[in-house]
């Protein structure tokens, strides 16, 4: 029997999987190169943590590495219930409360390495966490794609971590009471673009009156995230700036379709926008997730 010791918390409602132990050695090298040993050789971790039985759609995983700089906390390998993220904003949250809960930092402040950068976490108390994120840019302004059922759809195309196509042109609202047709349209927007965005970010005017602005961001497994997305975030920083619509210092407040809240802000570095994202992390819970060699669903079943 293999097992896998987790400890799960939410982000703003979005869920994260730390994984602690159980995973097999990946080596000694660079993010990347763990990422694909990882995906090649014991893609069973991630199905095990983000597919049912034992996770469900919405789980983002995390697996917790000894850093490649010893000046850093930690290394992550982020992973969801189809495949592997390049970085993960909520999940940062995650990851730096799970490691204070176990008593692991020796500060406020902990420096996480990812496949794409090391980004920071710095603990405020009270659960709130702001991660400073790896460069954002915008690469493509209003590029136009035809979409089935939809006609021509008109969005941003921004890097915040992972890739993002935005858009406040659908016509529906931003709203619980819409998941299913969001995700309807953001998956028929997904399919019309090539080369492949995984992560699609439909906007619309927000429903609290702290917040500037309300999103729904269809994920690459299908789910929709339950927080406002860092990764997501941190584009729609980028592409607010690249308009001329946002200063360095000035807070950007982007609101869930759940209803949830990160506060986003950014300064440069030369020609670099770097971005910070606050929002608030809780432990949820801590296990062992068992996978017994009888057990025909020990490495969970996708459904997508
Ligand atoms: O917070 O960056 C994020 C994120 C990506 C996918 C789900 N959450």
Request: hydrophobic share 40%; charged share 20%; aromatic share 6%.
């Amino acid at each position: 029997m293999k097992f896998l010791s987790v400890i799960d918390s939410h982000t703003e409602g979005e869920p994260t999987r730390v994984v602690l132990d159980g995973v097999p050695d990946l080596g000694a090298g660079s993010m990347r190169e763990r990422l694909e040993i990882l995906r090649d050789r014991y893609d069973w971790v991630r199905s095990a943590c983000a597919n049912e039985p034992r996770g469900f759609d919405a789980v983002v995983g995390a697996v917790l590495l000894p850093p490649v700089d010893p000046a850093n906390d930690a290394g992550v390998l982020f992973f969801n219930n189809t495949g592997y993220l390049h970085m993960c904003g909520h999940g940062t949250m995650g990851v730096a409360e799970t490691l204070r809960h176990l008593g692991r930092l020796h500060g406020n402040v902990c420096r996480l390495e990812t496949p794409v950068g090391t980004v920071s976490a710095t603990l405020r108390g009270d659960g709130a966490i702001t991660v400073e994120n790896v460069p954002s840019y915008r690469r493509d302004k209003a590029l136009q794609i035809e979409v089935e059922g939809l006609g021509t759809v008109t969005g941003d195309v921004a890097w915040g971590g992972n890739w993002f196509f935005l858009t406040q042109d659908v016509g529906v609202a931003v709203a619980p009471g819409n998941i299913a047709l969001l995700t309807d349209i953001a998956t028929r927007i997904r399919a019309a673009l090539s080369p492949e965005i995984d992560h699609i970010e439909i906007f619309g005017p927000p429903s609290r009156p702290d917040a500037h602005s309300k999103n729904f961001v269809l994920c690459p497994g299908g789910a929709y995230d339950r927080s406002p997305c860092g990764t997501g975030t941190s584009a729609k920083l980028a592409c607010l700036h690249a308009d001329g619509k946002l200063r360095p210092g000035e807070v950007w407040r982007q609101e869930s379709v759940i209803g949830s809240l990160f506060e986003g802000t950014f300064r440069l570095d030369g020609e670099s926008l770097i971005p910070s994202v606050n929002g608030r992390a809780y432990v949820t819970g801590e296990a062992k997730l068992l996978l017994r060699d009888q057990d025909p669903f020990r490495h969970g079943f996708p459904l997508t």
